[in-house]
Structure formats: C-alpha cells, structure tokens
C-alpha cells in the first residue's frame, strides 16, 4: 500500500469514526459517505444532499461477512450475480439490520455493492462496517463524472475529500439488480 494510500485511508477513518462525511472515489463515480450504522451521520448526510427521506441510499461492503451481518438470508442467486458480474453491481435485498433505518427502502430493502477499489475495500476493512455511497450531487443534478465537475457548494459542506484519483472520468454508475424473498429478479439499472 502506498503512503498516500494508506494516509487517506486513515485520515477518512478518523472522520467517519466521528460521525463526518467523507467525498471519495469508488469503484464507479465520486461518492458522498458515512458510516452506515451511525444514524446521526446519515440524516446529516441525507440534508446535505437534500434527498427525500424516502429515497435510499446504497452502503458498499467488502466481503461476505458484512453482507451476513446485514441480511438475515440472502438468496443463493446473489451469490451467483456476484459471482458472474464483470461490472460493479448493486443488489438490492431484503430485510437488511445492523444499519442506520434511513438508509432501509419503503419496502424493506437495501441496496449493496461489494467494492473490489483498493481505497474503498480497505476503509471499509479498517472501520469493520458498511460505508454509505451515494453520487456525488445534489438531488436531482447529474452525477458527476470526474471530481471537476462535482458542485463546490458541495465539497464545501463534507468533513474530508479523499485526494485519490481525482484526475479519473467515469462513464457510468453500476448496475442495480433487486432480489426479492419470493425469488423475483428484476433489472432496475443494467
């Protein structure tokens, strides 16, 4: 791990430990973030953004353990999705716990992405729980592609700016797939 790796890695810890929100890169586009079990630092982040409450959000994992500690069952075709996907997919699931409520769906869901970015995956190992992802914008603007075109009214109301990959573009976020209890798969984002 590089030293600016590892220093942004624990200087966004340090933030995300105290309830902050951090603007990072992720494996798909510049995100906004916190830490999915702190219910202070979601509704914050949810203001921040100005989102409806009835709109969730999505939190990244980096293995099957935090998804085991998310989901009371998860069904054997995620595991197959995971497997086969080449692209970032979120999956959506049902019945998440050990997360803040806001970030629940109306219908009792939750969408994940298991991270494969080396700055994400090891964050979320050394916090050792979900990390909440949402596009860096506001509600209702274009995602960004590239860390340029992310609104400075924006940057400006986070705790910490991870300074890695800034120099990136990104051509799109990941593909979103739902998994119902009853085994109904519908594309929501290919």
Known sequence: MTDTLHSEIANS????????IILY???TVWGLGCDATNETAVKRLFELKKRAADHS???LVNGDRLIHRIFKEVPEAAWQ??????????????DPKNVA?????????????IVKDPFCYKLIERLKNPLVSTSANFSGAPTPTSFTEIAPELIQQVDYVVN?????????????IKLTR?????????
Do not use: Y
């Open 101 to 113: 409520p806001q970030l629940i769906a109306n219908d009792n869901s939750l969408g994940i992405r």
């Open 25 to 27: 890169p992720t494996d």
């Open 13 to 20: 810890f340090d933030v995300l430990k105290n309830g902050g």
């Open 164 to 176: 890695l990959d800034r120099d990136k573009k990104t051509t799109k976020s990941s593909a979103i």
């Open 81 to 94: 999705i995971l497997e086969l996907s080449e692209k970032p997919t979120t999956l959506v699931l049902d």
């Open 182 to 190: 009853d085994a109904q798969v519908k594309i929501i984002r290919s």
């Open 57 to 59: 959000m999505i939190v």
